[in-house]
């Protein structure tokens, strides 16, 4: 089993719990969420009026800045999305949660972006297949950017794994929960994504809390799964141990009764 940094949380029972939960802790940390979700909404904004800036400057490279502008907004989002999942992190574990979390993520910039590629590789497989595939395997992976955001030093391999070990039988939990922000999505495009500064953390939070949940709920199962593991190897043991004392028992008896007729041959004689 991979080890995963543990994080004291309530043990949330559904959804609407979960919900209330992410708000009251969103409560008071607007003067840093809120400069956060400004980045991560309008930095595409940000690339697409510079793209079209260096077009009109450089006409004869203008067919090479849509394909630079998409691959750095790709770069940028992979680790934005860790950064802002670092900063809600702290949140719910009750450590300090600053700014600096949401940028101390570019020092992994390489290998968020290299994970980001491989889930896509892998959904676009699945979608290949038939849209609802896809769509399965978009939710089995979604929980390796937390589970990189909590342990920085495991492979992107692993996070995948890990991810999708926790997320069995769990996928449509969080597709319902998702489904409950649909509202707030619609309401942030409506309002130019003015709505999405408190809508991003506030989704952020809420998956956050679902990750620490599901943990904790491996764990619980991993842990369980361990000591059972252990209990019939002891019991196996004790029973292989069983039948070979028997069987010596069994040896021994015959043994004896041999060396008894022997004997009282030996004396008749």
């Given at each position: 089993m991979l080890k995963l940094s543990y994080c004291e949380v309530i043990n949330l029972i559904n959804r609407v719990e979960l919900k209330k939960k992410a708000k009251f802790m969103l409560k008071g940390n607007a003067r840093n969420y809120v400069p956060i979700a400004i980045i991560f909404i309008?930095?595409?904004?940000?690339?697409?009026?510079?793209?079209?800036?260096?077009?009109?400057?450089?006409?004869?490279?203008?067919?090479?800045?849509?394909?630079?502008?998409?691959?750095?907004?790709?770069?940028?989002?992979?680790?934005?999305?860790?950064?802002?999942?670092s900063f809600c992190l702290n949140i719910a574990c009750g450590r300090n949660s600053e700014i600096t979390d949401f940028f101390d993520q570019f020092e992994h910039t390489g290998k968020l972006f290299l994970l980001s590629l491989v889930k896509n590789f892998f959904i676009c497989l699945w979608g290949l297949l038939l849209i609802v595939p896809g769509f399965i395997a978009y939710y089995r992976y979604s929980m390796a950017e937390y589970i990189i955001a909590e342990n920085p030093d495991i492979s992107i391999s692993d996070a995948i794994k890990q991810s999708k070990e926790m997320m069995n039988g769990k996928k449509g939990r969080l597709f319902i929960l998702d489904l409950t922000f649909l509202g707030w999505t619609i309401?942030?495009?409506?309002?130019?994504?003015?709505?999405?500064?408190?809508?991003?953390?506030?989704?952020?939070?809420?998956?956050?809390?679902?990750?620490?949940?599901?943990?904790?709920?491996?764990?619980?199962?991993?842990?369980?799964?361990?000591?059972?593991?252990?209990?019939?190897?002891?019991?196996?043991?004790?029973?292989?141990?069983?039948?070979?004392?028997?069987?010596?028992?069994?040896?021994?008896?015959?043994?004896?009764?041999?060396?008894?007729?022997?004997?009282?041959?030996?004396?008749?004689n």
């Open positions: 309008y930095t595409s904004a940000l690339l697409s009026f510079s793209e079209k800036n260096l077009s009109i400057l450089f006409r004869h490279y203008r067919d090479i800045f849509p394909v630079i502008s998409s691959i750095v907004l790709w770069v940028l989002q992979s680790v934005f999305v860790v950064g802002i999942i309401l942030t495009a409506v309002t130019g994504g003015l709505a999405g500064l408190y809508a991003i953390p506030y989704i952020f939070m809420s998956r956050t809390l679902f990750y620490l949940n599901v943990k904790q709920e491996y764990m619980d199962e991993q842990a369980f799964r361990k000591a059972w593991n252990e209990k019939k190897q002891q019991t196996e043991g004790v029973n292989k141990e069983s039948d070979y004392n028997d069987g010596n028992s069994d040896f021994t008896d015959e043994r004896k009764k041999r060396e008894m007729e022997n004997h009282t041959w030996s004396h008749n």
